[in-house]
C-alpha cells in the first residue's frame, strides 16, 4: 500500500522540537518559575465592596501591606478576591480592614484564610512528587506494552509536553499555582493518549508488514490515525480556548498551560514520538508473529478512525 512520504517533515519537526526544549530548559535554569502564593505561603481574602469599585483603587488602598505583593481579581461588580504574600496576623488584618473601610464603609470580609511560607514549601514539594511518580507510573506502563525502543519514543515525548508547558511558564512569568500543576498532570494523560494511539499502530503494522521499511511504516501509522488525532485535540482545543477566554483570570493559568499541552502533546507524538524509535533501530523482528497476527494484519489495512 502507497503511503504519503512524511519522513522530511517528521525529521523537520522533531528539529523543531529539540529546539523548542533547549529553549524551555534554558528558560528554566535561568529564569525560573513565579510561584504563587499555593507554594510561597501568603493569605487570601474574598471582599464585598460598593458595586462601582475599581480593581486599581484596592490596590492602592492595600499596597502598603504584603510587600506590595497583592493580586486582586473581580469575581463579579463589587466582589474582589484579594491575595497577598502576608499573613493575615492580628496586626495586619486590623491594618487589611481599615484600608478597604477607608475606601468603603460598607465592604464586608466574606472569606479570608492564610497559607504559611513552610506549608507552601511542602505543598511544592508534594507537588513535585506527584508529577515524578506519575512519570514513573507512565514509564512502567510503556515498558510493559511496548518493546523499549518505541516505549523511549513514548515517554520523551511525553517529557518533551511538560518540559515545554513548564517553560512557557518560566518565560513569560505567569503564577505558577496548584492549578497549573493539576494541568500539568493533565497534560500527561492527555499526551499519553495520543502517543499510544500512533505507538499502537506503528506495533500493529510492524507486525501486519514485516517487510516495510520502519519509515513506510511510521508515515502510514500517521496517516491512519490522523483523522482521529484532529478530531481529538480540535475538540479539546475548542475547549480550552473556551476556557481561556471566558473563564477569568482565576482559570488562565490552567487554561494556557492545557492549550499548550494539547498543541505541543499533537506535535511530539508525530515527531520525536516517531523519530526516536527510527534511530534507535526498532525493526519489524523486534516482533514476533503471533497467533493474532492475521487479524492485526487485517486490522491493519483498514484506516482508523
Given at each position: 500500500?502507497k ?13 523543531i ?30 471582599v ?21 505583593s ?35 464603609p ?19 514539594e ?47 512569568g ?43 511504516v ?19 482545543l ?41 534511530l ?26
Amino acid at each position: 500500500m502507497k503511503t504519503l512520504n512524511l519522513t522530511r517533515l517528521r525529521h523537520l519537526m522533531s528539529l523543531i522540537s529539540i529546539v523548542a526544549l533547549l529553549l524551555s530548559v534554558l528558560a528554566i535554569s535561568t529564569r525560573g518559575f513565579n510561584l504563587g502564593l499555593d507554594f510561597t505561603g501568603g493569605a487570601f481574602a474574598e471582599v464585598a465592596m460598593a458595586t462601582d469599585t475599581r480593581i486599581d483603587q484596592v490596590e492602592i488602598a492595600l499596597a502598603h501591606l504584603g510587600d506590595g505583593s497583592i493580586s486582586v481579581v473581580a469575581t463579579e461588580p463589587g466582589r474582589f478576591l484579594i491575595r497577598m504574600g502576608a499573613t493575615l496576623d492580628t496586626q495586619t488584618l486590623a491594618d487589611f480592614n481599615q484600608s478597604l473601610l477607608q475606601l468603603d464603609p460598607t465592604m464586608q470580609v466574606l472569606d479570608r484564610d492564610s497559607v504559611s511560607p513552610q506549608v507552601g514549601q511542602e505543598l511544592f514539594e508534594q507537588g513535585g512528587l506527584a508529577l515524578l511518580i506519575a512519570m514513573l507510573c507512565i514509564l512502567g506502563y510503556l515498558s510493559l506494552r511496548f518493546e523499549w525502543r518505541l516505549a523511549a519514543g513514548a515517554l520523551f515525548a511525553l517529557v518533551h509536553d511538560v518540559v515545554l508547558v513548564l517553560g512557557v511558564f518560566a518565560l513569560t512569568g505567569m503564577e505558577f499555582n496548584l492549578t497549573v500543576l493539576a494541568a500539568v498532570l493533565a497534560v500527561l494523560g492527555y499526551s499519553l493518549n495520543d502517543s499510544i494511539i500512533i505507538a499502537d499502530r506503528i506495533r500493529e503494522l510492524l507486525i501486519a508488514r514485516p517487510k516495510s521499511r520502519l519509515t513506510e511504516v511510521n508515515d502510514a501509522a500517521i496517516v491512519q490515525t490522523f483523522s482521529r488525532t484532529m478530531v481529538t485535540s480540535g475538540t479539546t482545543l475548542i475547549t480550552v480556548g473556551a476556557l481561556w477566554l471566558l473563564g477569568g483570570a482565576p482559570l488562565e493559568g490552567f487554561a494556557v498551560a492545557m492549550f499548550v499541552g494539547i498543541v505541543t502533546g499533537t506535535f511530539s507524538s508525530v515527531s520525536v514520538g516517531t523519530v526516536l524509535p527510527e534511530l534507535l533501530g526498532l525493526s519489524p523482528a523486534h516482533y514476533r508473529k503471533t497467533p493474532d497476527s492475521e487479524l492485526l494484519a487485517e486490522n491493519a489495512s483498514q484506516p482508523r478512525r
